[in-house]
Each structure stands twice: as C-alpha cells, then as structure tokens.
C-alpha cells in the first residue's frame, strides 16, 4: 500500500455525476480515498436540484473552491456545456487538477482536449481498487450497485468490461 501516501495528495476536481452516483449506492468516501476533491459551488446547486433528499449542503467528501475564471460562462454561452460542466472543468484548469471526475460524454471529450485526465464513476472505483484502496471484491459489488441501483447509464459491455477488468486485477494481485 505504498501508493497511499502518493493518493492522499492527488488534486481532483469533480464534476456533478460520479458524486450523485457514487452518493446513490453510498460510496463517496472512495473520493476522499483518492485524493483532494474540489468542486464549484454550481456542482453542489446541481447536486442539491438533482437529489434534494441527500443533504448534499453538509457534504465532507470534497471542498467547495470559488471559481475565478470567466471561461465557463464562455462555453455555456457557446452551447458546450451545462452550467456545472463548464464551472468544474474551469476549476480543474484554474487549480491544475491532476485527475478530472465526470461521466458526461461532451464533459469529458472536451475536458480531455484541454489536457485534463479525466475518469468517470468507474474509473474512481477501479482506481481504487487498483491502488489497494478497497479490496477487488468490494470494488465488484460497487460496480454492480452502480450498474442496478444508481442512475449512471452503464451499457452491458461496459459493466461486463469493467467487471473483467476487475478480474484481471485480481488475478494480477494474487500472483
């Protein structure tokens, strides 16, 4: 577990869709597991208009950073993004996130093509599997939750990819 100290300091920022998801199936505490978690305050509106029920305004899981950039409003004026998406990925580019959380197609290709390294809901749970945050077991039956009980749109392939990839790991680490 060497790979915790290097974890703990890692700069993420997130966008609304791995907390809804992770948060639906009780897994924000992965976030923390990760890194530093920084979101706009557009992210935490979104989050409170998506799933009132949660009490998203106490949420500890990550920082509420202000956002000083005039670029999101740029791209929402453009048609490129939502109001959150903008907000969190001029964050990410205002704090020089190294890991960008998303799960939204357009989010996350144009994230990608600032330069950011971005990862979805899965991602944070494989990554964490990976880096002997939490074992492979636990790491399958989060999946498996995201995939019957959250909202995040998951394909067949893709739940079956990431349960493989999952496998692999297993096998990887028990050699």
């Known amino acids: 577990m060497g790979d915790d100290a290097e974890a703990v300091a890692r700069v993420i920022v997130s966008n609304t869709g791995p907390l809804l998801h992770l948060g639906q199936v009780e897994a924000q505490y992965l976030l923390h597991l990760l890194g530093n978690v920084y979101v706009p305050h557009e992210v935490l509106e979104e989050l409170v208009r998506l799933s009132p029920q949660r009490g998203w305004e106490d949420l500890t ?4 950073q202000p956002l000083f950039a005039k670029q999101a409003q740029q791209w929402i004026d453009a048609g490129y993004l939502d109001r959150g998406e903008a907000a969190a990925i001029a964050l990410a580019k205002q704090i020089e996130c190294e890991w960008f959380f998303t799960d939204d197609t357009r ?14 809901t899965l991602g ?5 599997a990976s ?7 636990h790491a399958r039956q989060l ?6 009980e959250s909202s ?4 067949a392939r893709v739940f079956e990819e990431a349960m493989r990839s999952l496998d692999r ?3 990887d680490t028990s050699q």
């Open 61 to 64: 899981v990550v920082d509420i």
């Open 107 to 120: 989010a996350r290709v144009f994230a990608r093509a600032l330069g950011l390294e971005v990862h979805g």
């Open 124 to 128: 944070v749970v494989i990554a964490c």
């Open 131 to 137: 880096l002997n945050l939490i074992t492979v077991v």
């Open 143 to 148: 999946v498996s939750r995201l995939y019957h």
């Open 152 to 155: 995040l749109w998951l394909s």
């Open 169 to 171: 790991l297993a096998q």
